[in-house]
């Protein structure tokens, strides 16, 4: 990471600002070197699509190309998917010409497919001019990328349906140390131009490609629950068909989802989703907190109510990895199990005990290769859906504390702990909870 941010010096003052007005907003160096590692790891045509919708290159642009350059100098190339939906709505109601649409798709007769690709043409160089004013090097690809057909209700007429994409032109660009900028036209194989839904033509892009990470940039930010407030995590294997049942779910954010699910289905495990904001993007990317909605297709949580049905040494390795230390040898015999929340492939879990009046959290831990992901939320949350009263104890310089800070009702600092409680109201019960939490015997020790 030192090397990264050095390298960054010999760039241009304005690219400087940019690098450094968005480092400010992230997390510490530590969390942003695990990322880039990842996403240099990816290969340099395998990081990133992002797709941008038509209301962010008019509302948003600054902040984009800000984002797109600080990508650019720490050598990440993602490939731009961009629409034109609200220019191109401009441009024909300057013709007089009425949008129809049908099961949200464009109609599209000749007098629309020749705005459409002029309006495409534009918006593509306008960001692409944008990013070279900037010094950053861009591609403007408007076409020889998505191969296409008529799509099969011939009323929506130059509408295509995606058949091929051809990787050559992206893979020319990045090669050449470009971003490419791709605009949602395809070409049928006699060389017919046809409208496409750029969500659509993303969607075939990422599942040719299968880069690390997908991105939707929107104005919202992600995806808003009933109060209006944002997302942080989705894990479809866990919470998909209780999202897609919910009535305040409004129709375009059920359909990106379930669009996202088919997505990911045919993606490998590790690839995810982040839906953000442009100016949050680089805090989404390179921090575990983020910035948005992280979609991913996540791992079954399994709950056991008794230690013979774990594999102790697969939870052994996580508790040791997570925490740095030692699990005493006989871990297992002198701790009480009341309930484990483990995931599927031993990546998170929570380790809770019954020893007193209340549960207590004993262990809760995330492997390294999982921050970030949503997994240990996904632990907390099935967590809390099960065990309504709980308490644990942390220690006063454990960097989780301050997820432990916004998921409990009190705490109460004793020495070198913390203990944390939640759905726990009478106050003796409180001081009988603090009272065994700093006493515990310590179950870790350091390694040799």
């Not at 599209?108 to 990013?131: G, W």
């Not at 509408?159 to 990045?174: F, N, R, S, Y």
């Not at 020893?355 to 492997?367: G, I, M, N, Q, S």
Request: charged share 20%; aromatic share 8%.
């Amino acid at each position: 990471m030192n090397q990264v941010l050095s390298n960054m010096t010999s760039q241009s003052n304005t690219t400087k600002e940019t690098i450094i007005q968005l480092l400010s907003n992230l997390a510490n160096p530590k969390e942003i070197d695990q990322y880039l590692k990842r996403f240099v790891n990816a290969g340099k045509t395998n990081f990133a699509v992002i797709k941008v919708g038509g209301g962010i290159l008019e509302n948003d642009m600054d902040n984009l190309c800000s984002s797109l350059a600080f990508l650019q100098q720490i050598g990440l190339y993602p490939i731009v998917v961009h629409g034109a939906g609200p220019q191109i709505n401009r441009k024909l109601s300057e013709a007089k010409i009425k949008g129809q649409f049908i099961d949200g798709q464009r109609v599209t007769d000749a007098q629309v497919l020749s705005i459409a690709k002029k309006t495409f043409v534009e918006e593509n160089l306008n960001l692409s001019n944008r990013l070279q004013s900037m010094g950053v090097k861009a591609a403007s690809i408007t076409s020889g990328v998505f191969q296409g057909k008529f799509s099969e209700n011939r009323l929506l007429g130059y509408v295509g349906e995606m058949t091929q994409v051809d990787l050559d032109p992206i893979k020319m660009a990045i090669k050449n140390g470009a971003i490419p900028v791709l605009s949602s036209m395809a070409e049928t194989k006699e060389g017919q131009s046809l409208n496409i839904n750029a969500d659509m033509a993303t969607r075939h892009l990422a599942i040719t490609l299968k880069p690390y990470k997908i991105i939707f940039l929107t104005e919202t930010g992600g995806v808003l629950d009933q109060q209006q407030q944002l997302i942080s995590t989705i894990n479809l294997v866990t919470d998909y068909d209780q999202l897609m049942s919910k009535e305040w779910l409004h129709g375009g954010m059920r359909l990106k989802i379930k669009q996202i699910a088919e997505i990911l289905s045919q993606m490998p495990a590790t690839t995810s989703v982040s839906m953000t904001r442009p100016s949050h993007l680089a805090k989404e990317l390179f921090t575990h907190k983020g910035s948005g909605t992280l979609i991913r297709k996540g791992e079954s949580i399994m709950q056991h109510e008794t230690i013979e049905t774990i594999k102790r040494n697969k939870l052994t390795l996580l508790i040791e990895s997570g925490f740095g230390k030692k699990l005493i040898a006989d871990y297992f015999e002198q701790n009480s199990l009341f309930r484990a929340f483990i995931t599927y492939c031993y990546r998170a879990a929570a380790v809770v005990t019954k020893e007193t009046e209340f549960p207590f959290l004993d262990k809760y831990a995330v492997d390294d290769s999982a921050k970030g992901e949503g997994l240990g939320s996904a632990v907390w949350q099935e967590l809390k859906k099960n065990i309504p009263q709980l308490f644990w104890r942390s220690r006063i310089n454990n960097t989780i504390n301050q997820f432990y800070f916004n998921h409990c009702d009190g705490c109460f600092k004793s020495g070198e702990w913390i203990v944390f409680w939640y759905g726990i109201t009478d106050m003796q019960q409180i001081k009988n909870c603090i009272e065994y939490a700093v006493n515990k015997p310590e179950t870790l020790i350091a390694g040799e």
